[in-house]
């Protein structure tokens, strides 16, 4: 038993539920950990299906999945991985309108999706209900990652300032297996209340130059998320 | 002394490869405006159509957020910007 956890820390994953946005570059590397450390239900939202393209990066998935929901394929190896987990399997999109239900009984929601204007709902999310929001990132070899509690620290949206045009990213896989990775110790430190997390502060990590940089990161006083401009 | 600008490896193109450029103000607006100067190519990457900062740009000054009004924000002889490309795939 590793001490920081103990007895008492594991029934605390077990009794958690985690909403995993996205099953995909970081999805599967959020899950396969999170399932193995015996966090008890996972729920995993994705609408798409696996694509050969995928496969570099998504570990979820296998070549035996290609035209499967990914939700689907995930679900097949996180149970075969660890059958005590309960998977939640939700095959959609994350909308305004579906939001709040995907978060719902949820005790923390980890942004493992493709485009930062879903990013934001989620964001705006887990301020509304209080939950923690643990950020990541990816494109090429490089990652982003950081907590947020909602409340105590600065938000996803305090670093807005214009829109982010839509753009394919092309990732090597290992980018989200480090980026997902510090993502899943995250959770894990957090739901057994243990450890310092990554909040108030971005890591980006650099594959090619093999670095990590961090740096502060303040409260917006102009946040619409979480400052005094907040859309009620 | 100067201030230095450290470049994320996509704005590297546009000046010969270097990862670092001193320059000159007294403001965060004003020494990219400067490095600008130095290398033009970078001002569409750094800078939206309306002259505000690019959203796909971060600012960060001796390692931290500079936000709000990061343009505005003072520098002095010695400072660091960090200039971050956004990262949005998953």
Redesign the interface.
Known sequence: MIPEIGEAGQEKLKKAKVLVA?A????SPICIYLAAAGVGTIRLVDQDTVDLSNLNRQVLHGQGDIQRPKVQSARDRLTSLNDTVTIEIHQQTISEESIDGLVESCDAIV??????ST?YMLNKAAITHQLPFFH????GF???AMTIIPGRT?CLR????????KEK???IGVA?AVIGSIQSTEVIKYLIGTGDLLTDRML?Y?G?SMEFK?????K???CDHCGEKMEK | MAIHINLH?THRQYTEGKESVDVAGRTVGECLKDLIRQYPPLEKEVF?KNG?????V?V?LN???A??D?LAKPVKDGDTI?L???????
């Open positions: 996205g995909g570059g970081l999805g942004d493992a999706l493709d485009n930062i990013r990541g990132a990816v494109r490089e990652g982003r600065p305090c670093m807005y300032h214009g829109d982010v045009p990213f092309p990732v989200p980006i650099d090619m961090e740096f502060k990161v303040s917006n006083p102009q | 490896k939206g505000k900062l690019s959203g796909i971060e960060y390692g931290a957020t936000y709000p990061e960090q971050v490309y956004f990262l949005a795939g998953g």
